[in-house]
């Protein structure tokens, strides 16, 4: 048996050359309707939205989420030192491909995959979403039946929480201000539909756990939020959004705000340009006199640990299961069921059909 580890991310365009496949494939995931119909669409669309979104991007020069994360697999590598894997990144939305991730670890000989996303975070926009477009690469591969063990979620792994504790300390550090002034602290993931919700989404309960762990972890006593941010398009949205959240407190009389990226492993143009520039302004023009923010995970070690202690876990106890939803340990047979018995989640073709057992 030889177990080699998938890197499942984000993605994010590094040109402008990369702008509109980047939006074309992420529109086509999202978008509903019929597969031919959502490609067909999806072009012409991200065309459009390239017109408002390539100035951002060109703002900050462009995305760093993709050399961002060679830099952590790299990490990755060697923390784990002579206990390293083979390993491969695959990206939702841009190079390198979940094919390209499969074809380098078929070529070192693997045979069993531990999938590890980047999102300490459940959500079926993003772990989700690259559990699915990896197990379509293993159906074109003809590998639909390789044993693959499924890291969903690691919202309250005590190294993650000690990695986002030293970047909150970081941000409180970096933000002006008298000492006697609270800082508010406004832990700001990226938002989502609330029609996920309905479809069972564990992404919000996963955020708040963290959020409880971390302000434990820090003994934290100033005021804190959760706030939502980057809302997109006409549908309902998970509220409090960020703005809002800022505004209250404007109105209360708070002076310092932090903004605590809790849902970024890596800085992307939602930190670099929604945060940075566009908050920012909001916050100035709603009175708020001193406004910083904490860093994503990036290096930080506690976050590079937390992701070598997964893949050791993961390579150890391959046949172990959790629900994707709840993280409640289960039996093998549990996968083979269409819900989760305790949570209800109805689970994806990959968390049924694309795991066996290991003989």
Known sequence: MTVGVALLDFGGPQGPDELVPFLSNLLEDVLP????????????????????????????????????????????????????????????????????????LLQQGVDHIVALPMFPHYSLATTGAAFNFFFDALKRAGKASMPVRWIPGYPDHPRYIDALANTIREGVDRTPGPDEEPVHLV???????????????????????????????????????VGWQSRVGPVQWLTPSTPDVMASIAAEGGKRICLVPISFAAEHIETLHEIDIEYREDAEKLGVEHFGRAPALELEQGFVDCLADLVRKGVRDFTKYQCVRCLIPKPDTHRRRARCVNCKFRFPEWARDGVQQVS
């Open 33 to 104: 309707g019929p597969a031919f119909v959502k490609a067909l669409v999806a072009p012409r669309l991200a065309r459009a939205r390239s017109r408002v979104v390539g100035p951002n991007y060109e703002e900050i020069g462009w995305s760093p989420l993709v050399p961002t994360h060679r830099r952590q697999a790299a990490a990755l590598r060697e923390s784990l030192g002579d206990d390293a894997p083979p390993m491969a990144s695959g990206m939702l939305f841009t190079p390198p491909t979940m094919d390209e991730c499969l074809y380098e």
């Open 187 to 225: 832990f700001t993931p990226h938002g989502l539909p609330v029609s996920f919700i309905e479809k069972g989404d564990p992404y919000p309960d996963h955020i708040r756990s963290s959020v409880r762990a971390v302000v434990e972890a820090m003994q934290w006593r100033d005021p804190y939020y």
